[in-house]
């Protein structure tokens, strides 16, 4: 370890020096990638994705992070060294690998105070883990505060050699990775205290442009006609949720948040924070350039000057901005039209409250505030990490009263969630629909009440190690 912080310090010395020069070169055709086995550089850089010049909390020097890419089965070392300098933002960090399960490790999960310290400045962390059955898109960021708003996000996906859908598409690799992402010219530090603060713009593979801006580079996104693609789309919104379309060109949904799904032709989707969709992009139209639109659900977006947009560009088209127009959705993504490639099956009677334990859950909002059984989340005084440490033997000790359901092991358990009040479509509660659409297919779904089942067999008990 003294190694370790030695050497971390010895570069960070060589980096101070680069904090100050400006960054050249994000927009690379040939995206970096790193293996299952690696090491994430949390550092800061001043870096302009949309022609703004502002300093980032970035992996590695780039905006998004570089590519991971496992092969299903593959165990994970990521070391995450903390390098940052810039008092202006989060001197601490942790990384979380966002949809892996952690079966039995959660303290690789990266959950700053939850599973594990946050890691100092000039400290780093290994995060050991595997992930067997899961393969997918799925994207890493930081889980200390809002810290991932400064730029601390990055994609993550396990690749499966015998994929069941393969026979669709010709090509996937770290070029059909798409990320799409809110970008803000004020520091998350400050932006966490400010209510209604929209992003400055929003960015496609790390590129785009703000409102009045200059004409900053866009993503170009380039394919060979007759080909199709893999396009993994991940949302890596620290706010808003986009619509994502390409024009002239329909998109075959084969994935949902690491699950494949039946495929269901769209000609928009809808994605939420932390949402991911793979989806199949035929290049069969006239070698052009075409938008690719990515609208933001702030106040007043729109496509003026090339903003919330990026450009896909057949092989043998001219190096120009596309002259397509955009037309109304007649085809947009119904998430309950997804249906799970392989039915999982749901455990237990199929009938509703005949699970072993039978739970309602009425969310409800009032005045902003999200209730649960009208109990709100009140974050612990004390860290839960270091409540165990000091002797928490419960879970309902972690926790204020009601915000701690304990479960027996090995139970089935059925979920009822039902809704009062929630005006508006909000990412977690969406993914509980995704969960339910993509992975208890088979179940009945009501606009605002959704019932699933879980099994309580993978608990993991309290304990510090
Ligand atoms: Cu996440």
């Keep these: 370890m003294f190694i370790l912080v030695l050497i971390a310090s010895i570069i960070s010395l060589i980096n101070a020096a680069a904090i100050v020069s400006r960054s050249q070169s994000y927009p690379s055709s040939q995206p970096a990638v790193?293996?299952?086995k690696t090491r994430l550089t949390i550092g800061n850089k001043v870096i302009a994705p949309d022609g703004f010049e502002r300093s980032a909390t970035l992996v590695d020097g780039v905006f998004p992070g570089p590519l991971i890419a496992a092969q299903k089965g593959d165990d994970f070392a990521i070391e995450v060294v903390n390098e940052l300098q810039d008092e202006s933002m989060f001197m601490s960090t942790s990384v979380h690998w966002h949809g892996l399960y952690q079966n039995g490790t959660n303290y690789a999960d990266g959950a700053s105070s939850v599973t594990q310290c946050p890691i100092a400045q000039n400290h780093s962390s290994l995060h050991t883990f595997s992930a067997p059955n899961q393969a997918g898109t799925y994207w890493y960021h930081s889980h200390y505060s809002v810290q991932y708003c400064d730029g601390l996000r990055?994609?993550?996906?396990?690749?499966?050699?015998h994929d069941p859908l393969a026979h669709m598409y010709d090509i996937d690799d770290a070029s059909t990775v798409v990320t799409l992402s809110d970008w803000y010219h004020t520091v998350a530090t400050v932006l966490r205290y400010v209510?209604?603060?929209?992003?400055?713009?929003?960015?496609?593979?790390?590129?785009?442009r703000y409102d009045g801006g200059p004409m900053s580079a866009l993503a170009v996104i380039t394919v060979e006609q007759g080909k199709r693609y893999r396009m993994r789309l991940i949302s890596m919104s620290c706010d808003p949720n986009f619509q994502f379309s390409i024009d002239g060109h329909n998109l075959t949904v084969i994935e949902a948040d690491g699950e494949l799904t039946e495929p269901l032709l769209v000609d928009q989707l809808q994605i939420f924070a932390g949402q991911?969709?793979?989806?199949?992009?035929a290049a069969d139209k006239p070698v052009d350039n075409y938008w690719i639109r990515n609208l933001p659900n702030t106040a007043n977006a729109s496509y003026e000057g090339g903003t919330n947009s990026a450009i896909l560009r057949y092989k043998g088209a001219p190096e120009v901005e596309p002259a397509t127009v955009n037309t109304a959705p007649t085809n947009s993504l119904a998430e309950t039209n997804l249906h799970t490639l392989i039915n999982p099956g749901a455990p237990g009677i199929p009938e509703?409250?005949?699970a072993d334990i039978n739970l309602n859950l009425e969310v409800s909002v009032v005045d902003g505030i999200f209730y649960v059984n009208n109990v709100t989340f009140k974050p612990p005084t004390v860290p839960v990490l270091l409540q165990i440490l000091s002797g928490a033997q419960e879970p309902s000790q972690l926790l204020s009263n009601g915000s701690v359901i304990v479960l027996e092991a090995n139970k089935v358990v059925e979920l009822t969630f039902s809704t009062t009040g929630l005006g508006a479509l909000h990412p977690r509660w969406k993914n509980f629909i995704d969960r339910l659409t993509t992975e208890w297919n088979g179940y009945t779904i009501y606009v605002?009440?959704?019932?699933?089942?879980?099994?309580?067999?993978s608990m993991t008990n309290l304990s510090p190690l």
């Design 34 to 36: 790193l293996g299952p």
């Design 154 to 161: 990055g994609p993550l996906v396990i690749y499966d050699p």
């Design 195 to 208: 209510i209604g603060h929209n992003a400055s713009s929003s960015l496609i593979n790390g590129l785009g």
């Design 276 to 281: 991911r969709y793979s989806v199949v992009l």
């Design 352 to 354: 509703y409250g005949k």
């Design 448 to 457: 605002s009440y959704i019932v699933f089942r879980i099994i309580t067999q």
